[in-house]
Each structure stands twice: as C-alpha cells, then as structure tokens.
C-alpha cells in the first residue's frame, strides 16, 4: 500500500513537471531567422506615430442627460462644445431630443455661494479657497416640450447642474416657473 501511493505521487509529480516544460516551451520566443520569408513580404508597415494635432481646437467636454427611449429613466451621455455656456447646451439638448427645434435661452443666470459642504458632482470643498459653484441657477426658455414631465425636466435640470456649476436649477417657460429649485437626480434610475 505504502509503494503504491509513493508510486502514485511520482506520477503526479513527473505529470506536472512534463506540463510545466511544455508551457515554458511554448512561451519561449523563436529566433527571428526562422521566421518565413514569405511572411515578411506580406507584413503591413508599422503606422507613424500619431501625434496630437496642434491646430485642433480646444473642446470643453460636457454631460448631456437624456430620456431613455423607453421613457422610464435618464441617461448620460459626454459631448463637447467649443465653448460652454447655456445657449450650447440648450442646443445639445435640442440635438438629443430633449428639448424641441427652435427652443431658445431667454436668460440663464447662476448666483449665491452654496450654503452646505455639498456643492455638487465631482466638487471639492477646501477651506479657504472659494469655489465656482453657485447655489441657485434659472434658465428662462421660450418653449418646453412637456411641463408635466418630471423626466424632461430633470434631464435639463442634471444637464445644467453639472456643467454650470449650480446646486439647484429653477426652469422658466417664457418667465413662468415650470419647475423649481431641482437637485441634482441619478440617471439610470
């Protein structure tokens, strides 16, 4: 009994041994001279380096939220602008469905310093130094699409919100309220 499991670890240890050869065997490099002359023939050339192109302009990347197609729930997506400000978002916003064609900012103005630790997505607070959020935003637009649709709105809201630097965002139709002091509302939900 004693020779047979003394025999049976042998095996198992010289099974492993010969798998360990094999798989170091098939990582070892080949010598380049081996290679097919043929094979070097028809390899592509290596591509240039790519370099970033100088002259390009500068975008200011942005969050853009939507209603699913299903109209259950928000999505993000990311797009950029040549500069930001609320007329290019508005017309993201138009380009995404969210808002109808020829809707367009009456005002937007952004004021007061956040009164809470929590100022918004991605916004550090270090003390003393004064941060570019503001507490309360309006956007005043000559159309919306559906006032009573909470998820239209909360798509202009988030869009607002996190590329403007605001806390809470009050929606205007032609300087009624549609909606006021929206936060900040998870996509996806």
Do not use: H, W
């Not at 098939?26 to 081996?34: E, F, L, S, V, Y």
């Not at 993000?76 to 500069?83: F, I, L, S």
Request: include cysteine; glycine fraction near 6%.
């Amino acid at each position: 009994m004693k020779k047979a499991s003394v025999r049976l670890i042998r095996t198992v240890l010289c099974l492993a041994g010969a798998m360990m050869i094999f798989s170091m065997s098939a990582c070892t490099p080949t010598d380049k001279g081996a290679v097919n002359a043929q094979e070097t023939e028809t390899a592509a050339p290596t591509a240039p380096a790519k370099n970033p192109d100088p002259t390009a302009p500068v975008l200011d990347v942005v969050s853009i939220y939507s209603v699913s197609a299903d109209g259950s729930k928000l999505e993000g997506t990311m797009d950029a602008v040549d500069e930001l400000d609320e007329e290019a978002l508005v017309s993201l916003l138009v380009q995404y469905k969210v808002l109808e064609e020829g809707t367009e900012v009456l005002e937007f103005k952004a004021e007061g310093a956040p009164s809470s630790e929590e100022v918004g997505p991605g916004v550090v607070k270090i003390p003393g130094v004064e941060s570019e959020v503001k507490e309360y935003g309006t956007l005043n637009l000559n159309k919306f699409p559906d006032t009573e649709n909470e998820l239209l709105l909360q798509a202009v809201a988030n869009t607002f919100i996190e590329n403007m630097n605001i806390v809470y965002l009050t929606i205007q139709v032609n300087g009624e309220t549609a909606a006021e002091n929206l936060s900040m509302a998870d996509a996806g939900k």
